[in-house]
């Protein structure tokens, strides 16, 4: 059974189109190897999945860092949450 491993994680646009499998080809070089490289990341802690939470939608306009990419700007963000593998006892 899965269960929330990390969650309140908010992912621009550019790295939330990636994500969600989107074709990414118009980001630049830049943010593109920064966003493959933090999807790497994240996936490696556990199942990456938007987590709405509750929330009409997730797109929110805010000025935060990317979980992703690490970069900080301001715009669109959709929050995600890792799933993780429990451990049956």
Same mark, same amino acid.
């Given at each position: 059974?899965?269960?929330?491993? !990390? &969650? &309140?994680?908010?992912? @621009?646009? +550019?790295?939330?189109? $990636? $994500? *969600?499998? $989107?074709?990414? /080809?118009?980001?630049?070089? %830049?943010?593109?190897?920064a966003t493959e490289d933090g999807l790497i990341r994240l996936n490696?802690? #556990? !199942?990456?999945?938007p987590d709405d939470n509750g929330f009409e939608g997730s797109d929110?306009?805010? /000025? /935060?860092?990317? $979980?992703? @990419? #690490? +970069?900080? %700007?301001? #715009? *669109?963000?959709? %929050?995600?949450?890792?799933? #993780? ?5």
């Open positions: 059974m899965a269960t929330v491993t !990390h &969650d &309140d994680l908010w992912l @621009c646009e +550019d790295c939330h189109l $990636a $994500a *969600s499998g $989107a074709d990414v /080809t118009i980001i630049d070089q %830049r943010q593109a190897k490696a802690l #556990g !199942h990456l999945v929110v306009i805010m /000025t /935060t860092t990317c $979980a992703c @990419c #690490g +970069d900080r %700007r301001q #715009g *669109s963000f959709n %929050r995600y949450a890792i799933l #993780g593998e429990q451990e049956v006892k």
